[in-house]
């Protein structure tokens, strides 16, 4: 995002956060893109974290789930 759009940014990332929050992104997600987590075969991977020391620290707290 453009660094002169912070009103947009901030209007989007509230948007985004209300579909998380009452579950719409997860309703979209089942519907657009049936069995996703099966056809990715999620259980099948594994993660790994690293740490990054330029990434913003508002992603410090974040996990692999």
Known sequence: MHPEKQ???EHLTEGLQIAL??????QLID???PNLAFR???SER???SRG?????KALSG???S
């Open 62 to 64: 974040l996990t692999p």
């Open 52 to 56: 990054n020391p330029n990434s913003p």
């Open 21 to 26: 929050n009452n579950g719409k992104h997860q």
């Open 46 to 48: 594994r993660t790994s």
């Open 40 to 42: 990715l075969r999620l």
């Open 7 to 9: 009103a947009l940014a």
């Open 31 to 33: 519907r657009y893109y």
